[in-house]
């Protein structure tokens, strides 16, 4: 034997997910790739002096789980020390908030910015209690009269600020919000110092962006937890100028110098995939264009190996999210409106026309095109704009899709499945909103949100991601919501009719999302010539009650066949 194997997995539940989600009990590694899939006598001749055989003892072999939507930086830089961690159930009340910042203003010297990330008004109990009773600026006056703070909601579209922040910004009942941002306010007209969608830039220009050190420490944070779980391949959903001014730039184009110097280094332990964010959630066709066009111009959408660190497409917003109702709904919310796109534009027809714009400029150029529309309107919108710009300059395989999906509709999929164009959906915040959902849009619409039944067999192409740190990329959590649909908070279901079986979901975190990413032929399943990136989960996956799936440990993970966690020798 001229090459022995450099790792071997013996007597486990190998699957595969290749076309026929085969199930195999051996599989060898060579060099990276993967170079014999089957039983034990297929691989016991590649074991040599060299060979590391790992008997599975039944644990199951998996792709390398692809979290197709995970802002890398963002969600390295939302947990401590770089931030307060205000998520569920960290805290559970506005009182835990403010204690929270109370003990931070502590640790702080005077004047200097307290941050935190992931409230959820649907797990603070005085929210919960009173729908009506919103954070605002009294809840941490109090315990930060002297140092400004800004508190970042779970899903990014929402900013809490005190008096001090609103002061440093210059925000005041006067203030006119940006085009496509909210400033909220009171009754008597003052600002209650929350601020959605694009408002939230009016903090960018008085916070200190995070600096060099700063991302870098953010996004090896990010690597180290994602090994831990298994996740060989993210896409990091917008990076360029449009992002400067988004979480202290977190999204900026400085974030993607950082990843730039990572692969140099060698220290990116998973594959990253790259949407350009030209403009903000409130740009205009003509300033996309402008932007995007000197981005190619710079060679900014390549990278010195593609494999490793991949510029795919780009990204823009095409409207909010339902809980700020912000979301472009074809019906109204409880409570009334129906949102609107968030792009530039007086009216409607306005902002359509530059949602319609932006998408024939992106693909006349060549790029793919992720668009966040969550709204059902907004989803319209968007499959019809990708349709149109399509059957204007066709294209082999441009491979646009929707982001989020939430409300997509039965016309938004059969447009979507003509053109070979996909979405990304998210389990994992299906079931931390599905109760609170109900609030906004009644019990019957919440229940229909992310549909991935019909998605699957309308022949949209489905691929899931968390949206970290929106919620926290735990693909086992994902998995077992998208079988059983049960919410967090409740553990009630939210629409059974869109359930689907184990292993769909599992495809939408493998060899779906390696096909979002144009690497279905190298990538997310288990064959042999592909690569050697494979997650090693304690127990029988296709055996487990799906209730217990969230807690299989992942013992193993590999990337491009290097090991990058490793309980197996502890």
């Known amino acids: 034997m001229d090459t022995y194997a450099d790792l071997v997995f013996l007597d486990g539940k190998v699957v595969t997910v290749d076309a026929e989600f085969s199930v195999a009990s051996a599989l060898a590694v060579t060099g990276g790739v993967i170079s014999a899939v089957g039983g034990r006598e297929d691989v016991a001749p590649l074991v040599g002096p060299g060979t590391r055989v790992v008997d599975l003892r039944g644990a199951t072999l998996l792709p390398g789980i692809n979290d197709s939507h995970l802002h890398g930086c963002a969600f390295g830089m939302s947990t401590p020390p770089l931030s307060l961690d205000l998520s569920h159930p960290a805290v559970s009340s506005l009182a835990d908030v403010a204690d929270a910042v109370r003990e931070a203003v502590g640790r702080v010297p005077d004047g200097q910015w307290i941050t935190g990330h992931g409230w959820d008004t649907g ?26 703070v800004a ?7 929402a900013t809490w600020v005190n008096s001090k922040a609103l002061e440093l910004i210059g925000i005041d009942r006067d203030t006119v919000a940006p085009p496509g941002g909210a400033i909220v306010a009171d009754r008597a007209g003052e600002p209650t110092g929350m601020l959605h969608e694009g408002a939230q830039a009016l903090i960018q220009e008085v916070l200190p962006p995070l600096t060099r050190q700063e991302r870098t420490d953010a996004i090896r944070s990010t690597l180290a937890t994602l090994a831990r779980l298994g996740i060989t391949s993210y896409t990091e959903p917008g ?20 990843y730039r110097d990572l692969l140099a280094d060698g220290e990116l332990t998973a594959r990253v995939g790259v949407l350009l964010l030209p403009t903000g959630m409130t740009g205009t066709a003509e300033e996309f264009a402008r932007t995007l066009t000197a981005l190619d111009e710079s060679g900014e959408s390549h990278s010195a190996d ?20 912000t979301a472009w709904m074809h ?45 059902e309107r907004a989803c319209d919108t968007v499959a019809d704009a990708f349709a149109a710009a399509a059957a204007e300059h066709p294209l082999p395989d441009a491979r646009h899709y929707v982001i989020h999906g939430d409300f997509l509709t039965a016309h938004s999929m059969k447009v979507l499945a003509e053109h070979g164009f996909g979405v990304n959906m998210n389990p994992t915040i299906k079931w931390t909103v599905a109760d609170m959902e109900e609030d906004f849009v ?21 691929a899931s991601g968390s949206d970290a740190p929106v919620t926290h990329p735990d693909w086992r959590q994902g998995v077992a919501t998208m079988v059983l649909r049960e919410s967090k908070a409740t553990g009630r279901v939210s629409g059974p009719e ?45 055996g487990a009650d799906p209730h217990d ?22």
Request: glycine share 14%.
């Open 123 to 148: 797990y603070l109990d005085e929210c919960v209690a009173d729908p009506a009773r919103q954070p605002a600026r009294q809840d941490i006056d109090a315990v930060s009269p002297d140092h400004p």
């Open 151 to 157: 508190l970042y909601s779970f899903s990014g579209h």
């Open 239 to 258: 990076l360029g100028p449009g992002g400067d001014g988004i979480m202290r730039g977190a999204l900026g184009a400085r974030t993607l110098e950082v």
């Open 306 to 325: 593609p494999r490793r660190l991949a510029i795919h497409g780009v990204k823009i917003f095409a409207d909010g999210i339902v809980p700020n109702k």
């Open 331 to 375: 019906e109204p919310y409880v409570g009334g409106g129906c949102g609107s796109l968030c792009v530039g534009g007086e009216t409607d027809e306005d902002r359509v026309g530059e949602i319609d714009a932006i998408v024939r400029h992106a693909h006349a150029a060549g790029h793919q095109m992720g668009i966040h529309a969550t709204g």
């Open 442 to 462: 009644g019990a019957e619409r919440a229940a229909y949100a992310w549909p991935y039944r019909d998605a699957l067999d309308a022949g949209v192409r489905v």
């Open 498 to 542: 869109q359930r689907i079986g184990l292993a769909d979901a599992i495809r939408t975190y493998t060899i779906d999302a390696a096909w979002q990413d144009f690497a279905e032929d190298w990538k997310g399943s288990l064959e042999p010539g592909k690569a050697a990136d494979l997650c090693v989960l304690d127990g029988d996956l296709l």
């Open 549 to 570: 799936i969230p807690g299989m440990p992942v013992v193993l993970t590999v990337m491009d066949g290097r090991i990058v966690h490793d309980t197996l020798r502890d």
